[in-house]
């Protein structure tokens, strides 16, 4: 195991240095050792899910040493947690990179066998290091990632002013904020001290301060005065701001003959440099300042007052980011109705509505406690929380984002005029709209022109005409029907790519299931009829086969179960899909024969290489779309766009994967795993955090990713002997490697594992050190064949994952050699008659020896070769009974 780490009690300038060095060396984990230091603590709460790290607590639940260890912001061993200490290979290698080397001595506690490499530089922030590292090699940053380095570097030179800041760290502050850096979070978070005068300021400051409401903003003034003039008035308005968490703060202070305004503000929707401007002063948009002759400060309150509504614009509201629609319960409704609608959208919680207002909210955790106590028939309300925190459609992101912060939740209800439910906000929307990066999603038909291509000539020239002639047929008989007949999907996906694809969803706007048995009739095929979907299989005589089904909308009565289907017509089946280049239609009736309806724009996000959701709640309403989301992204070389990829990873944080039921996940996984490109798939669900969500104590490394690659180049040669191999349970002997077996348990019963597997994994566990060895120094088959034995299929293939190609070729010889082995001359039955051998333990050992001995010498006389063995199992008895008679 790689680790990144620092000192115990981690700052941002630490932190800071980890994040960056992932970024430089992706196979490292972060671990954080300790409590971040407060200002730390309260950014993780609200930031933490955008980096990945672990805690000591997580280390411990792993069985792995550290064999490279990067250790920043200190100059050694001493200040590092224990956990990491102790987890340290003989052979470790050490890299420090630290900025004052001379302040600590340096450690002592490095052991003899131990690499050490210092990266020692006399900088203001060790953060300042680690970004001319990213520069040098040339990695991209996101905003999120400049705006962390460059806390770290304000912070550490206390925002650059300190007397240890240097050239290079103000140069590095420049490429960070050219690459995305947010001054307004930076100032959020960093901390620092104030003298003993500016300390005054800030006293009078904070004994005069009003709040008054301009346009429903919350816009704090205060005042203060002093004879002489001192400095760092932008340091005391910020350290007021910091620590009372006010949206927008104006200072206004007079010091000898001038009166200062100072600002600042978090909203987007203030224009404070205009505000300034009044005054003969500028600044930005969200820190300005002005300085004018001696005047009173209550003229120049009243003044900023005055003109303070011209500077106020509607910016970023709640209406700008929300989701919509949101899924509700009316308060008369039963407990039951409840139950079924959170297990149709995933949701652990539902707003209760009643006379068209939001009057509570019931959770799933009550929902499940009234059922188990067979409340079911009783109405929502008597069970539901009217404690809510709510929003308006106009709430600016700003308020919003302190809401959830003094409220600790993670998303908030938005009500229109009426008190009606119009939306919900999470964290994730606050974040990108804090950031200025509000990104729609596809607008799915309402803004989007609906394009009609006749594709009959492209049919004609890719498809056989066998599946040609069965289309036009298909056209025809929805003519004699007087309904529309369409072929949808991945067919008209690969259609388009160049992909051959034979695999036919008829969908028609009417009976799909009386459509199909006309189609049976006509060309002598069987139909399988399923009446709760309004769908039908048509089955020919060679096996191929058409499924149909009528034009319908879909919704899930539980996330692991079928979908449950209305009625409904072809542009509403074609939204209800997983992803726009899934949603294209191909008409086959004779009049408009081949023609493409494509109503969302599927074709552009087709050639231009994009996966994208049709709609907001596509990952809630079905959420192993997450995992198809990924095989569609590496099948095609694709790439999820950003909404979409957004979308993903605040579904995947809220849980809604660990909604589905366990098969419905193996399936996507299964379907993963028959994939061209299935590694890198899993690369993509580890990058995600995926994988933690499937497999919740799995760390996804570079060695484990090493053992899957290794695992799947050996797995071919493995199926040709057993041939029922199943890839799923194959690489669940990786990932689910050294768990434990309380929790083994609990996913053989979620994802189906048959007892005897997790048995096979526990067990495989234990050998594969010692058989790895023998089989690397190509000890007998025998010698091998006492700890290997006949092994189930699976600890062959949790074997292979260690093995090199030499290693393999001799397992595989191995395998062959003990299935071909046969004992010919003697059995049990033999023993137990000519030698009055009893049935037990002695006779199946003597039989096991005499097998393992045939491993080694084909020719091998077998009762030659049980005499030795009895005899010399009468000789140490023998000695047994004279050692006893001594």
């Not at 030179?157 to 140069?171: A, H, P, Q, Y």
């Amino acid at each position: 195991m790689k680790v990144i780490t620092s000192h115990t009690n981690a700052d941002f300038d630490s932190f800071a240095c980890c994040v960056g060095l992932k970024k430089l060396k992706p196979d490292f984990e972060i671990v954080l050792c300790g409590i971040p230091v407060q200002n730390l603590k309260e950014y993780l709460r609200f930031y933490g899910d955008t980096f990945s790290f672990l805690t000591e607590s997580d280390l411990k639940k792993l069985n792995e040493p550290i064999d490279e260890l990067i250790i920043v912001d200190t100059n050694g061993l001493d200040r590092v947690g224990d956990e990491i200490k102790s987890r340290l290979s003989n052979d470790v290698k050490i890299t420090i990179i630290d900025h004052h080397p001379e302040i600590w001595p340096a450690s002592e506690g490095m052991a003899s066998g131990e690499r050490v490499e210092k990266i020692f530089r006399q900088v203001g922030a060790a953060t300042t290091i680690v970004v001319n590292m990213l520069k040098e090699n040339g990695i991209k940053i996101t905003s999120e990632e400049a705006t962390l380095l460059a806390i770290g570097i304000y912070e550490d030179t206390g925002s650059l002013l300190f007397s240890s800041t240097t050239i290079e760290d103000v140069e590095c502050v420049l490429y960070l904020l050219r690459n995305g850096a947010s001054i307004s979070v930076v100032a959020e978070y960093v901390r620092f001290d104030l003298t003993i005068d500016q300390k005054h300021i800030l006293s009078d400051m904070l004994q005069n301060v009003t709040v008054y409401d301009v346009d429903d903003y919350q816009i704090t003034i205060s005042h203060a005065e002093s004879d002489k003039f001192i400095g760092g008035l932008a340091a005391i308005v910020s350290k007021f701001w910091y620590t009372h968490s006010v949206e927008t703060l104006i200072a206004v202070v007079r010091m000898g003959k001038k009166t200062f305004i100072t600002a600042r503000t978090k909203s987007l929707d203030i224009d404070l440099a205009g505000l300034m401007g009044e005054f003969g002063g500028g600044g930005h948009k969200q820190a300005a300042s002005a300085t004018i002759s001696a005047a009173p400060v209550e003229e120049v309150i009243h003044k900023v007052l005055q003109l303070l509504p011209k500077y106020v614009f509607k910016g970023i509201k709640a209406r700008d980011i929300m989701s919509a629609p949101v899924r509700t319960v009316f308060a008369n409704e039963t407990i039951e109705d409840a139950n079924r609608i959170m297990e149709v959208t995933g949701h652990g919680g539902l707003p209760v509505i009643e006379e068209n207002k939001l009057i509570g909210i019931v959770t799933k955790k009550s929902v499940d406690k009234a059922m188990n106590h067979g409340l079911g028939k009783r109405p929502v309300k008597s069970i539901m929380s009217s404690k809510l925190t709510t929003a308006t459609l106009d709430t600016p992101v700003s308020v919003l984002k302190k809401m959830m912060i003094d409220h600790d939740i993670g998303r908030i209800p938005i009500l229109d005029e009426n008190n009606m439910l119009a939306g919900i906000v999470t964290r994730s929307d606050v974040i990108k709209a804090t950031n200025s990066e509000v990104h729609q999603t596809h607008p799915s038909g309402s803004t989007v022109v609906p394009t009609f291509t006749n594709l009959s000539k492209l049919i004609s020239e890719r498809l056989p005409n066998r599946v040609v002639n069965l289309l036009r047929l298909l056209g025809l008989y929805g003519f004699d029907f007087n309904i529309s007949v369409y072929v949808v999907g991945g067919f008209v996906r690969d259609l388009l790519l160049g992909i051959p694809n034979y695999d036919l969803d008829i969908v028609v706007e009417g009976n799909g299931i009386e459509f199909a048995k006309h189609v049976g009739r006509q060309l002598n095929a069987t139909v399988v009829p399923y009446d709760k979907f309004f769908t039908a299989s048509v089955v020919f005589k060679d096996g191929f086969k058409i499924d149909v089904a009528t034009a319908r909308t879909e919704y899930y009565e539980q996330p692991g179960k079928l979908p449950q289907v209305d009625i409904s017509t072809i542009r509403k089946d074609l939204h209800r899909r997983d992803f726009t280049i899934n949603a294209m239609a191909i008409k086959l009736n004779p009049s408009e024969y081949g023609t493409l309806y494509d109503f969302f724009n599927c074709q552009k996000d087709l050639k231009d290489g994009i996966i994208r959701v049709l709609y907001n709640l596509s990952f809630i309403e079905d959420p192993t779309r997450m995992i198809r989301a990924i095989r569609f992204e590496q099948r095609y070389d694709f790439k999820m766009e950003p909404s979409t990829l957004e979308l993903l990873k605040k579904n995947l944080e809220e849980n809604y994967l660990e909604r589905v039921s366990g098969a419905r996940i193996r399936q996507e996984i299964e379907k993963i795993l028959v994939e061209e490109n299935s590694l890198k798939a899993i690369r993509r669900m580890a990058e995600l955090g995926m994988i933690r969500h499937i497999f919740p104590k799995t760390y996804y490394t570079n060695t484990m990713e090493e053992k899957i690659k290794t695992m799947f180049r050996h797995l071919p040669r493995l199926q040709e002997r057993f041939e029922d191999l199943n890839d799923f349970y194959a690489i669940s002997t990786i990932l689910l490697e050294y768990y434990d077996l309380p929790t083994l348990e609990e996913l053989r019963a979620r994802y189906g594992y048959p007892k005897k597997f997790i048995e096979s994994l526990k067990y495989a566990e234990t050998i594969i050190p010692v058989v790895k060895s023998l089989i690397e120094s190509q000890f007998s088959f025998s010698d091998v064949y006492k700890v290997l034995g006949k092994s189930n299929p699976y600890v062959y293939v949790h074997l292979s994952s260690y093995l090199d190609d030499n290693g393999m070729a001799y397992l595989l010889k191995y395998i062959d050699t003990v299935q071909n082995t046969r004992l010919n001359t003697i059995s049990g039955k033999m023993l137990v008659e000519k030698y009055n051998i009893k049935a037990g333990p002695v006779l199946n050992s003597i039989l096991e020896q005499v097998f393992s001995l045939k491993l080694d010498n084909p020719n091998l006389d077998e009762e030659e070769a049980v005499k030795n063995i009895i005899n010399s199992l009468n000789v140490l008895s023998g000695e047994n009974h004279s050692s006893h008679g001594e």
